[in-house]
């Protein structure tokens, strides 16, 4: 059975659930095997769970033993739930099937997403036989800044912000549909935010290697090819969001990562996180990215209507 954890029960518990997230069979992400998180890091983020409303860490329990934790976060105005940790030993159809009810009778209207790793194979055998679709298999890759080297930019590459956004809105509004960040979301916290677009000026038909005149790209004019966009909310550990190219092409998915990286290494962060689904995974292992392992996602609507004014925490 799933139940809430009791403040003096977390020290009990906590040298437990980390032994289990050393283990991808046992995990859902994030992972904790990255090379990039720590014990420390885990523990403190788990504790954060005691007393954070709009979080709650649960015990599963399986003939009185304790097998396992989820600690997931809600946020009210969007319906949604994420996961902070999830980790099972024994019993992780059981405890999934339990979470899973739970949440459904808790936050009708709301939206969950998890992702495992293709090493947790009962959690992916539990996912196919109730029926969710594994909506993206993705190479997870890491890069660590202590092993890279500035590499030379491209002429095409500028920062986007919001003065020429446009080039990124009219480039994600074919990737946006089913994603969290939207370009809505994305100007209203885009202090927060780092983008790259690749602009070729509009008369070019093909590439060449002279770079772009800045000033109309500051402007908002250009042909735009692609963007690069992640968070810098966290300055340490990154993750990109997204490399919008619609027409998939690998010198501009390249030269994209190569400004992205330059960028985070000049404000010193430690770590980059890239989820793959879309490119050869040879374009960010020849930059220095490592692939730790395939992440499988799935998500449910927990109603049929999702309307804010049925959330509840």
Known sequence: MLRKIKDYEFDRYAEFAYRLAMEPACSGFPLYTDGIKTKEDFLERSRRGLCREEEELLLFEREGNVQGWVHYYVIKEDCYIGICSLLIGDGQESALEELMAYWKQRFPGYEWSMYFPEENREALSFMSRRGYRDKGKEAVNVLLFKEYQTREESGFVFPVGRENFDLFRKIHAGFEAEMYWTSDRIWEDLENWEIFAYVIPEEEKVFGDTAVDPAPVKAGKGCCKGVIYYNRQTSKDLEIFGI????????????????CLNKAKEVHAESMYFFNERFPNEIPEGLGFRRITTAHYFEENLSEKNRPDSCFF
Do not use: C, T
């Open 244 to 259: 919008d190219v619609p027409d998939l092409l690998g010198g501009v998915v390249e030269a994209l990562l190569i400004a």
